[in-house]
């Protein structure tokens, strides 16, 4: 069936209280995409953000980011006074989050309803409470982990005392006892957020909305999962990166981390810093790691987009200490053998490949082996020789999904003004514009006319925004992951718009008919 939606990061909902959540606003938001005809929400990762606030880049690749519970239904519950947060000055733009308020103000405000929640239970577990923790074995690790960091004050576990970073035993056993009243507020916090994300995903399903979540290819460097399984990744014995489950040398530091090569979203490259995968060591026990991040991706989300997929096939190490993307390799990744294990292990669908970079006939080949759908972006079509496969008229497959931009893209408003003159010439003629200003507009339509299977654009191109509106710029830190939308944005007209668009390029989906009594 064909699809369309927005793609719109819970992080950029409009709130009062600094940036969006789980709260009414997201519900709001499932609202407004069926008013618009549409059957797919897209989000980033739903991770805990770390050094730079990207949700590539956290401490945990189960964990939930806190930011986004809602304090309004914890009020609800009783766990906390309005008094306790609503007078807080969250930022001083409504357009953009303020990371360090937030880190400041947020736990404060937490720790008033974990004091509550803790009362409420007077030593008693519920069974919803026992099932979260049955179910979601990565807790105590992560729980500990975030205790740790609080105890060493933010410092990075490589940074650690030797015993704590190497995980020694009678220094976790010790630490375990030291902070378990540390270790619980961390874990209620998870419980909470999972709570909410489960009433807001079943809430958006029960009205015909999709959810397409996000995962990063690697881990961060500073995280539960490379300090709890550091075997799995290339570091040395003192667990500093060698290359990305991680290249460390003996001092578990890396030697070379992850990237990608100079290519259209980046002139030097873009430089992640994180660890490199052991492929080798993961092989041997069936890629079980993946097997699981995988399994627990598809129980949170209907559908699962792997960024960078293109690293499977095969990976830029870049030596570490580099300052650019500038001198990596490339090396051999684990290809279809992983995937043939994931599909065995949780099922054949409910993936979509980010292919984005350099496609090269092995990666056309993995990507026909896993027989998922890639992605086209517009924003890379416009090649005044017309040859571009990310147009249109060239896609070879229906299954891929095609978008008017990405998270790492400007918005098309942005992206236009900054090509030459030949090439906004070409897009104009292409598209039929005459403005600038009407371009937005006709990217989504050619987006949801094209043959593609899933059509998404984002709210910036519904309003038309422009670069200021942009949310990220790959291989920078500093103002990223900021910008969020008002409730304004969310219009009747863009709504009709986009409503009768998608019914007449048939991509609304069928209406359910209710069985007469």
């Known amino acids: 069936m064909r699809k369309?939606?927005?793609?719109?990061?819970?992080?950029?909902?409009?709130?009062?209280?600094?940036?969006?959540?789980?709260?009414?606003?997201?519900?709001?938001?499932?609202?407004?995409?069926?008013?618009?005809?549409?059957?797919?929400?897209?989000?980033?990762?739903?991770?805990?953000?770390?050094?730079?606030?990207?949700?590539?880049?956290?401490?945990?690749?189960y964990a939930g980011n806190p930011y986004f519970i809602s304090l309004d239904v914890l009020a609800e519950e009783g766990l906390l006074k309005k008094s306790e947060y609503e007078n807080i000055k969250w930022c001083e733009d409504p357009r953009y989050i303020d990371y360090a308020t937030m880190y400041e103000q947020f736990y404060k405000v937490m720790k008033h309803a974990y004091r509550r929640f803790s009362l409420q239970r007077n030593g008693?577990?519920?069974?919803?409470?026992?099932?979260?923790?049955?179910?979601?074995?990565?807790?105590?690790?992560?729980?500990?982990?975030?205790?740790?960091?609080?105890?060493?004050?933010?410092?990075?576990?490589?940074?650690?005392?030797?015993?704590?970073?190497?995980?020694?035993?009678?220094?976790?056993?010790?630490?375990?006892?030291?902070?378990?009243?540390e270790m619980?507020?961390?874990?209620?916090?998870?419980?909470?957020?999972?709570?909410?994300?489960?009433?807001?995903?079943?809430?958006?399903?029960?009205?015909?909305?999709?959810?397409?979540?996000?995962?990063?290819?690697?881990?961060?460097?500073?995280?539960?999962?490379?300090w709890c399984q550091p075997e799995l990744f290339q570091l040395d014995s003192d667990r500093v990166p060698i290359v990305a489950e991680f290249q460390l040398d003996e001092n578990l530091c890396p030697i070379e981390v992850a990237g990608c090569p100079p290519d259209g979203f980046s002139a030097d490259g873009q430089l992640w810093g994180n660890p490199i995968y052991d492929w080798d060591r993961m092989k041997q026990d069936n890629y079980r790691w993946w097997v699981g991040r995988i399994g627990f991706a598809k129980k949170i989300y209907d559908i699962v987009r792997i960024d960078h997929f293109i690293g499977f096939n095969s990976y830029y190490a870049i030596p570490f200490g580099s300052k650019t993307a500038h001198g990596g390799k490339w090396c051999e990744g684990p290809k279809y053998d992983l995937f043939r294990v994931i599909k065995q292990e949780t099922g054949n669908g409910g993936i979509i490949a980010e292919d984005l970079g350099i496609i090269t006939p092995p990666v056309r080949k993995l990507l026909r082996q896993a027989a998922y759908p890639g992605m086209k972006v517009l924003q890379f079509a416009f090649d005044p020789s017309g040859d571009s496969e990310y147009l249109p008229q060239n896609y070879k497959s229906q299954n891929c999904a095609v978008y008017t931009s990405t998270h790492d893209n400007d918005t098309a408003a942005g992206w236009f003004n900054?090509?030459?003159?030949?090439?906004?010439?070409?897009?104009?003629?292409?598209?039929?514009?005459?403005?600038?200003?009407?371009?937005?507009?006709?990217?989504?339509?050619?987006?949801?006319?094209?043959?593609?299977?899933?059509?998404?654009?984002?709210?910036?191109?519904?309003?038309?925004?422009g670069t200021e509106a942009r949310i990220n710029v790959p291989s920078t830190v500093g103002n990223n992951w900021r910008w969020r939308t008002l409730k304004e944005d969310f219009t009747d007209e863009n709504a009709e718009y986009l409503n009768r668009l998608t019914e007449i390029t048939n991509r609304k989906p069928p209406v359910k008919r209710k069985n007469k009594k």
């Open 4 to 61: 369309s939606g927005i793609l719109l990061h819970i992080a950029s909902l409009p709130n009062d209280y600094g940036i969006g959540s789980m709260g009414r606003e997201a519900y709001d938001f499932v609202d407004y995409l069926k008013k618009s005809g549409q059957s797919v929400w897209q989000i980033l990762p739903l991770s805990q953000t770390s050094y730079g606030d990207s949700p590539y880049q956290s401490f945990s690749i």
């Open 124 to 181: 008693n577990v519920s069974g919803e409470y026992r099932a979260f923790l049955d179910d979601n074995k990565w807790l105590h690790d992560y729980a500990l982990f975030m205790a740790l960091k609080d105890a060493h004050g933010g410092k990075a576990w490589s940074e650690w005392e030797k015993p704590l970073r190497l995980r020694e035993p009678s220094a976790v056993k010790s630490a375990e006892k030291k902070y378990e009243a």
């Open 184 to 226: 619980d507020f961390y874990i209620f916090l998870q419980f909470k957020f999972f709570q909410q994300w489960h009433k807001l995903k079943k809430y958006a399903n029960d009205n015909g909305i999709e959810i397409i979540g996000d995962i990063p290819i690697y881990c961060a460097l500073d995280s539960a999962d490379v």
């Open 418 to 465: 900054d090509l030459d003159r030949n090439t906004k010439r070409f897009v104009k003629e292409y598209l039929g514009i005459r403005k600038a200003a009407e371009l937005p507009r006709a990217f989504i339509d050619i987006a949801w006319k094209s043959t593609a299977d899933i059509a998404m654009t984002t709210i910036q191109e519904l309003q038309g925004f």
